[in-house]
């Protein structure tokens, strides 16, 4: 039980807190930001001009292709080194996290603005809607509706991936249970699974809320549509 | 003397290289209602979209009181007020309960008082059968009461025409009377409407003058008295032999 106990011992639970907060940190500006440029990209590509959107679908797939961890080191190794910009790794973590969100969140959103069937963009300007009223009120609520679970989801897998950045040296919640794992590698051998498992509970105290969310805005929607 | 709502002049239409409709001619005078009937493909619907500016035309005019409707153009939202549309699928918002559906335009359009609009769409709920649906949302009723809700979205911004596309052809067959008699309800109080059904009798029964389209072009045009009973053209004898076995 020494385990349990390093867990709570001195101020080891909040150290993991504040490193749990890093992640959030980390995870929500990235997403908020992803949420702005997304909608932008999501609406650059349902334009008319074929060059635009070729060159949001080349972005999306370059982005998709690379496992976030390679954007990881790229942005702040790559770009450290041989720029010499001084990038914290926190920054870094938020440039790349944008930069995957962004795509991710573009790629929904637009699939949310197709999903609502052209005819209730005519019957809106039929009744006399701008075209800005139409999207207002007609078609901007129910994509967002549709879209909100998968915002979620996305939202819930961007706070996973974020564990990623103690490899470019950012002390998040994993980073801070190793610290503590390793500072008691003696007194109590079996702390990582006490660490680790409060980590575990932490992880799911954040997400687990997130896709119950999602899962009854779901539920909802189906009754909507029905 | 009459009063020309809409006033459509050698009206031109294509997709591309396909031609839909060839030198349409057709004014329609307050109070009236006309059928309009044709085949399958033969571009009612695209007529009926051309009279409200869903689609560009190709050549000839439209005018709705003398006002041009042009595709695409700013002046579009304020000619629309004038003309109500109702579409073949139930096109209700579904985020929205009846009621928002139906105050929807009157308040953000027409900019309308809120207790007025809120009276007249019980009124008009009341008068379509539909008393007590106003606080459901569109997935809760029947197909019937949706296109009946659809009517009255269309008739609460005062339109002076109403256009309806087979707005009945989705419907279970014990339905589709419920909504027609919505519309002969209608043209018995006077208002203008062009109908595009395929539903013979009740054509007959609410139209004062049939229009028979075929091939893009109006090959012919009579009361219903005249057109289902002695129709002139071999092509309209053809396509109401196809109908016979429904009367
Ligand atoms: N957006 C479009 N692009 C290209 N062709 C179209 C388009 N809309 C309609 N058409 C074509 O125009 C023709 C007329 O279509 P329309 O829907 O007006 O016929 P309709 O008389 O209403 O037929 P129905 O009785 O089946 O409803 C059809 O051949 C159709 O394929
Ligand atoms: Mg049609």
């Known amino acids: ?226 | 003397m009459a009063e020309t709502i809409i006033e459509v002049k050698n009206l031109h239409k294509q997709f591309g290289d396909n031609v839909i409709l060839k030198d349409i001619s057709i004014s329609v005078e307050k109070g009236e209602v006309i059928v309009l009937i044709g085949p399958s493909g033969c571009g009612k619907s695209t007529f009926l979209r051309c009279l409200n500016g869903l689609e560009p035309i190709q050549g000839g005019s439209v005018t709705l009181h003398g006002e041009p409707v042009l595709y695409g153009k700013k002046s579009l939202t304020k000619i629309r007020q004038h003309i109500g549309m109702v579409f073949q699928s139930y096109d209700l918002f579904p985020h929205m309960t009846i009621a928002q559906n139906i105050a929807l335009a009157p308040l953000k359009v027409q900019k309308r008082d809120k207790k007025e609009v809120e009276e007249e769409t019980l009124k008009l709920l009341d008068r379509v059968g539909l008393a007590g649906k106003a606080d459901s949302y569109p997935n809760e009723l029947s197909g019937g009461q949706k296109q009946r809700a659809a009517i009255v979205r269309s008739l609460i911004i005062h339109p002076d025409i109403i256009l309806l596309d087979e707005i009945t052809a989705a419907l279970d067959p014990e339905m589709v009377h419920e909504v027609l008699k919505v519309v002969l309800d209608l043209a018995k109080s006077g208002t203008t409407m062009m109908i595009v059904t395929h539903e013979m009798a009740f054509a007959k029964a609410v139209a004062d003058r049939v229009i028979f389209l075929d091939g893009g072009e109006i090959v012919e045009e009579g009361t219903p008295d005249e057109f289902f009973d002695a129709p002139k053209t071999e092509r309209a004898k053809q396509f109401l032999k196809t109908f016979t076995y429904s009367d």
Not at chain 1, 32 to 59: D, P
Not at chain 1, 107 to 133: A, C, N
Not at chain 1, 192 to 213: D, E
Request: charged share 15%; hydrophobic share 50%.
């Open chain 1, 1 to 226: 039980m020494e385990g349990l106990k390093i867990v709570f011992e001195g101020n080891n639970f909040l150290r993991l807190l504040s490193g749990l907060w890093v992640t959030i940190r980390i995870a929500l500006i990235s997403i908020g930001f992803s949420l702005i440029l997304g909608s932008l990209l999501g609406a650059a590509m349902r334009m008319k001009s074929k060059a635009v959107r070729a060159v949001c679908r080349a972005y999306l797939e370059i982005v998709r292709i690379m496992p976030q961890l390679v954007w990881l080191f790229i942005v702040f190794f790559g770009i450290v080194r041989t720029l010499g910009i001084n990038l914290s790794g926190e920054t870094s973590a938020i440039i790349v996290f944008t930069i995957w969100g962004t795509a991710e969140m573009g790629d929904l959103i637009r699939g949310g603005f197709e999903s609502v069937p052209v005819h209730q963009y005519e019957s809106s300007t039929s009744l006399g809607l701008t075209k800005f009223q139409a999207y207002i009120y007609v078609i901007f609520p129910q994509a967002i509706r549709l879209l909100i679970p998968n915002i979620i989801n996305l939202s819930t897998r961007m706070i996973k991936t974020t564990a990623l950045v103690s490899l470019i040296g950012v002390t998040e919640v994993l980073k801070v249970g190793k610290q503590i794992i390793d500072a008691n590698r003696f007194e109590a051998p079996n702390a990582a699974l006490w660490v680790y498992g409060t980590i575990f509970v932490m992880y799911f105290a954040v997400c687990f809320p997130l896709s119950m969310l999602s899962t009854a805005i779901e539920k909802k929607q189906k009754k909507l549509s029905a």
